[in-house]
């Protein structure tokens, strides 16, 4: 039995899809429910449904054998995986954004807002410039609006949010897009499933 941590959310429908598409899909598992585990006896896989942010932390313990998770979290947390393929999908950037017209005048820390706070702190170690971190879980692009932070460093996909709450980009700091990862120990002793499922997502990539 091969488990596999994927992703809940926006990025969970266009897993699922390729997974269809090569086989693995899982019957009831995107119908509006709250079961998080399915399983495929016949084909030996085991789904689970987790945060998106949570995926990679199942797959370094070893709770699921693979997942599919986006560069983003990666980056952010560096777990200890093997990292097997770029899926092509989830694709999206981190950005620093501010609100329209905002001008970084250097008095003082700029005040930073994101649920990515390692990424943000090296890439404002690289340029030099003090900052303080305020760490948030959701809905970041608030905290400029209501006077919580100068800017804020997160993702954007369509920039649709951005938008619609009257804040631009002002840096691109890295692309992202989903990738396979596998547990280390998994990889070696159930090489031959996760080969099957990585030949089956590379044929799609
Ligand atoms: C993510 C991200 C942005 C939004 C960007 O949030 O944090 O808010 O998507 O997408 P867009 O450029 O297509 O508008 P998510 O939907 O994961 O929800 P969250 O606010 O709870 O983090």
Do not use: W
Not at 28 to 38: A, Q, S, V, W
Not at 49 to 63: I, Q, T
């Amino acid at each position: 039995m091969i488990s596999i941590a994927l992703p809940k959310g926006r990025l969970g429908s266009s897993v699922y899809a390729r997974l269809a598409a090569i086989g693995y899909g899982c019957p009831g598992m995107e119908e509006d429910n709250r079961k998080l585990i399915f399983e495929d006896g016949e084909k030996g896989v085991r789904y689970i449904l987790v945060k998106p942010s949570d995926v990679a932390v199942y797959v370094e313990h070893g709770a699921a054998d693979v997942g599919i998770v986006g560069y983003d979290v990666l980056l952010e947390t560096d777990p200890d995986v093997f990292e097997l393929l770029d899926l092509g999908i989830g694709v999206c950037s981190i950005c620093v954004a501010a609100p329209v017209g905002f001008e970084d005048l250097h008095q003082a820390p700029l005040r930073v807002a994101t649920k990515y706070p390692r990424t943000a702190k090296s890439h404002y170690a690289g340029k030099n410039r003090a900052i303080e971190i305020i760490p948030l879980h959701g809905s970041i692009e608030l905290a400029p609006i209501v006077g919580l932070s100068d800017v804020i460093v997160d993702i954007v996909e369509t920039g649709t949010t951005l938008k619609e709450n009257g804040l631009e980009v002002t840096e691109r700091i890295v692309g992202s897009s989903a990738r396979f990862i596998a547990n280390k120990s998994s990889y070696q002793f159930k090489r031959a499933g996760i080969e099957a499922m990585l030949a089956g997502l590379e044929a799609e990539a």
